[in-house]
């Protein structure tokens, strides 16, 4: 198989020469995309250094529209299967075979990682707040989908051929699962580990969940 990893990045030169050496060490053959998202820290000249391929968009225009550009990238590149992941170091390089295996076994398109199988290390709000989306998602999408928050994930590249998402921020990672769902491609999940670092996150509770209501409503009245 011929696989890639696109890592959206923001400001994250202080964690991406260990991030790309890891996923190269478990990985090697595995080609690596860094969408740098308007930083202003050198991300993209951090992930050349550092044997990864790169793309700047030279202003921030959102985690969905990073992962959009990096979709674009691996159908160029006429990978067969693609990762996504962070670039702060909270998925583990390890974990990627899990993904892979699945996907293989279990004849899907998409694997999600869920971490909702071990919350032990998982703040009480966010582990509601996961459960929350996860069920809309899940009943949105029409399958079940455990961790639909969850940024880690494999891909089958000809799934990403035409399709059109409205949303470019982190609702883009919702409303992905539930329109390559509602064309009938297989969801399924793999376990990974919660890993929570030194990183600050970009996610702010409110505009976000009014996002995320705003997604659920358009999804509600289309089909697509």
Known sequence: MTIGAILPALNAARFLPE???????????????????????????????????????????????????????????????????????QHLPEEMQGFIDAATAQKLDVVVGTRMDATEGMPWLRKKTNQVTSWTVSRLAGCRIPDSQNGYRLYRVECLRGLTLKTS??????????????????????PVTTVYGEEESSINPLVDTGRFIRLVLMLLFSRD
Do not use: C
């Open 19 to 89: 991030v790309i050496a890891d996923i190269k060490a478990r990985q090697p053959d595995l080609r690596i995309m860094v969408v740098d998202d308007g930083s202003s820290d050198g991300t993209a000249e951090t992930a050349r250094r550092a044997g990864a391929d790169s793309i700047t968009h030279r202003v921030n225009l959102g985690k969905g529209e990073a992962l959009k550009t990096g979709y674009q990238w691996a159908l160029e590149q006429k990978l067969e299967w693609v990762f996504t992941m962070d670039s702060d170091g």
């Open 169 to 190: 921020r982190y609702d883009s990672e919702s409303e992905i699962l539930v329109r390559l769902a509602r064309k009938n491609f297989l969801i399924g999940s793999a």
